[in-house]
């Protein structure tokens, strides 16, 4: 199940990392989600796509702020 989780935060990235034509993919989470998920999938990303993932580790609390500030593309964090 774990793999299939990776596989699928990987395959969301590079759709919408796509999408944006972007250089660079700006994330926003905790420490864990950058641990377990991002971490394991970066280098592979990285090279298939020509993009990099930028990863600002601020905590669950604070990821989605983030995203609402406009200062990343994407928030790891969820909303209860």
Do not use: C, Q, R, Y
């Not at 034509?21 to 926003?28: D, G, T």
């Amino acid at each position: 199940m774990k793999n299939f989780i990776k596989v699928l935060v990987l395959l969301s990235l590079v759709v919408f990392a796509s999408s944006a034509m972007a250089s660079e993919l700006k994330l926003a989470g905790g420490g864990t989600v950058e641990s377990t998920v991002i971490k394991p999938i970066k280098d592979a990303f990285e090279k298939a796509s020509g993009i990099k993932i930028n990863f600002l580790k601020v905590g669950s609390k604070h990821a989605f702020a983030e995203l609402l500030k406009g200062s990343v593309d994407a928030s790891t964090a969820d909303v209860d």
